[in-house]
């Protein structure tokens, strides 16, 4: 049974590690289920008991507070002013066809345009996305 606290308390610290160098919010969970499999290694608890408590809490952590981690803390996203364009609004200057690309002002500023639908001069449009230099409109 000694050997199963050595196995817990080594996956505990390589899970650390590991999420170190990743941050990616998956092997710290698994670092945080070995600490009960941990004690009830040193309580001599069955090895059997010990993975089921470790899997169920793994489980159950990965499956409720990852998502909720990972909403508050945004890795590897660079927001830019590229992302308050979309949702905007703005005035077609060149004609747009699902064939060709056409020209729009936002704030001002000239953009290239694509949309799924014809859009003629003086229409307004709004923003859906952006895709390189191009937003993809609809009309409204």
């Known amino acids: 049974m000694e050997v199963m606290v050595w196995i817990w308390l080594g996956f505990f610290i390589a899970a650390v590690i590991f999420e170190f160098l990743t941050v990616d919010f998956v092997?710290?969970?698994f670092a945080i289920a070995a600490?009960?499999?941990?004690?009830?290694?040193?309580?001599?608890?069955?090895p059997f008991i010990q993975?089921?408590?470790f899997v169920v809490i793994a489980t159950v952590l990965l499956l409720f507070t990852r998502p909720a981690m990972m909403?508050?803390?945004k890795t590897n996203e660079i927001k830019t002013n590229v992302d308050s364009v979309v949702g905007t609004t703005g005035?077609?200057?060149k004609?747009?066809?699902?064939?060709?690309?056409?020209r729009i002002k936002i704030?001002?500023?000239d953009?290239?345009?694509i949309a799924k639908e014809t859009i003629r001069v003086d229409e307004r449009v709004r923003v859906l996305d952006v895709e390189g230099v191009k937003v993809v409109v609809e009309k409204i």
């Not at 600490?35 to 069955?46: D, G, K």
């Not at 004609?95 to 056409?102: A, E, Q, R």
């Open 107 to 109: 704030r001002g500023a």
């Open 35 to 46: 600490i009960p499999s941990f004690i009830l290694a040193i309580l001599e608890q069955s």
């Open 27 to 29: 092997s710290i969970w």
């Open 71 to 73: 909403k508050y803390i």
């Open 51 to 53: 993975i089921i408590v």
């Open 111 to 113: 953009w290239s345009a």
């Open 91 to 93: 005035v077609v200057t």
């Open 95 to 102: 004609d747009i066809t699902p064939d060709s690309i056409g």
